[in-house]
């Protein structure tokens, strides 16, 4: 809402309240609110203060008085008599939901003259201070205030609500007071805490069972007070915009997630409901989500840190380099909000973390891409010769082994490896040894891309099984894919257009 849209929202409050009691609004904006009243005179008019030796204004019938020292006019109602000094600026026929309270000069002037008439020198101090009046103070001081209305209802602001995120360890987490045996009974007369989101909560994640097993009592008077204030603070901190119901749908789902993977945080180990049951009864639920939250946050700061000194950030190489496996994982950890790559084995591409299998499997994807980045930054490859077809961190050790299986990467000791594409017969004869004639690939030519990387690691006597478990899990998982995808083709039938995982010569 703009400056204008504000301050006609609130003429129009003012002219129903002094319609009704003129004295007693009056008295009331000057006592407990007359920072508003002076913001709302400072948009709206402008004054002039006359010394007893100084000529009234050049400009005199413009402006009205009532003591003959202070002077005030509204720029909006001497439009057609400004001289262009920018207070007039209105739009013509503004829509109507926009249109400005047309009132507003007179409202003013009949609240000045009632002022005057209560008290002159209250009237006085009231113009000295308009004019005096710094906007941006005011608008900053008043946002304060707002912030602080908010967080008496649990929305604090986004700067503050973001320590929703702060990981906690599981020694510090604070115990809540033993109060079971003072549960209050229902009692119509007591207010329930908020309740519009308990509808969502459902699923079959640890938290939801968990809840499940507490008192309804204990249940309506705690943890749902408790869980509403958590939410509060997400969408504060997310800066979430509440437009649908689907939306708190949205964030409650995300909090049950992390409260199940802080749950398991908790307790080491993968828990049973009601093991979780009596964490949420020793612990807050607060705490408890940002042990959860916590475990992504770590994977996402362990990823930047790589990847800001990384063999691709070196290479000015983009993400997709990684392939999409790898490229949707990354993806998750370096966005604002860390997500777990689900790759749509639960219909989505993205969810949020809700155990540690999702943690155990993200790290151990984030090591084999640190271990691949630091293995490919050992090569000394020259990004810079690749011409034809796709560069992937698959292309890019599939190429540099059979070039060297072929005799095609001789150099001088000083010189880089190059991505020069392989031609088509060299290459025939490649797939020929390296598949013979099977649908998969012996075990020969598994461990020779091993001793490959071994060898271009620069490890001792070439020993393959020296290389990191990350990195060898990466190179296996390269032999099945090769497998998968060409195991029923024909050497005849290779086409360089449609094999991705080599760089490959293509016919003019």
Do not use: C
């Amino acid at each position: 809402m703009t400056k204008g849209r504000v301050t006609d929202v609130m003429a129009q409050a003012f002219a129903h309240l002094f319609k009704a009691d003129p004295h007693r609004l009056l008295r009331w904006t000057l006592k407990e609110k007359p920072e508003f009243l002076e913001f709302f005179l400072f948009h709206h008019m402008s004054v002039v203060v006359r010394e007893h030796d100084e000529p009234p204004p050049s400009d005199f019938e413009d402006y009205i008085t009532l003591d003959d020292k202070f002077y005030f006019r509204f720029p909006v109602k001497s439009a057609e008599n400004d001289d262009g000094d920018g207070e007039t600026i209105l739009p013509d026929a503004p829509p109507e939901e926009t249109r400005p309270y047309e009132d507003t000069p007179e409202l003013i002037e009949n609240m000045l003259r009632s002022l005057a008439e209560m008290d002159l020198s209250v009237f006085h101090g009231l113009l000295l201070e308009t004019t005096a009046l710094l906007p941006s103070e005011a608008e900053e001081e008043q946002y304060r205030q707002r912030n602080i209305r908010l967080a008496e209802k649990g929305f604090e602001p986004p700067h503050e609500a973001v320590g929703i995120y702060q990981p906690v360890r599981s020694g510090t987490l604070r115990k809540r007071p033993d109060t079971r045996s003072n549960t209050p009974a229902y009692d119509p007369e007591i207010p329930l805490p908020p309740q519009f989101f308990t509808p969502f909560i459902d699923g079959e994640d640890l938290f939801t069972a968990a809840l499940a097993r507490v008192d309804e009592a204990e249940k309506a008077f705690v943890f749902q007070g408790e869980l509403a204030a958590l939410i509060n603070k997400i969408i504060s901190a997310d800066r979430v915009k509440l437009r649908k119901k689907e939306t708190v749908r949205d964030v409650m789902k995300k909090a049950t997630a992390y409260l199940s993977l802080g749950l398991e945080v908790i307790a080491q180990k993968k828990a049973t409901p009601d093991l979780a049951a009596g964490l949420i009864r020793t612990y807050y639920l607060e705490d408890i989500f940002r042990a959860g939250a916590g475990e992504g946050v770590r994977l996402k700061t362990e990823a930047r840190t790589w990847y800001e000194k990384s063999f691709m950030a070196q290479k000015s190489l983009p993400l997709s380099f990684l392939g999409e496996t790898y490229l949707g994982v990354i993806g998750g950890l370096l966005i604002e909000r860390p997500m777990f790559f689900a790759n749509y084995a639960e219909k989505e591409l993205y969810r949020h973390f809700k155990s540690l299998r999702d943690i155990s499997a993200t790290r151990r994807m984030l090591d084999e891409i640190i271990h691949l980045d630091s293995f490919l930054g050992s090569l000394d490859v020259d990004t810079d010769t690749f011409t034809v077809g796709v560069l992937t961190y698959k292309s890019t050790i599939l190429t540099l082994w059979a070039k060297n299986r072929l005799g095609l990467d001789e150099k001088s000791p000083a010189a880089p490896l190059n991505l020069s594409p392989i031609p088509m017969d060299r290459f025939r004869s490649f797939f020929t040894d390296l598949f013979r004639g099977a649908a998969r690939i012996q075990e020969s030519g598994e461990t020779d891309l091993a001793l490959w990387a071994a060898e271009a690691a620069g490890i001792e006597a070439a020993n393959a099984s020296k290389l990191p478990a990350p990195l060898q899990s990466v190179l296996y998982g390269l032999v099945r894919e090769l497998e998968e995808e060409y195991g029923t083709v024909t050497p005849s039938d290779l086409d360089p257009r449609f094999i991705p995982h080599f760089l490959l010569e293509r016919k003019a």
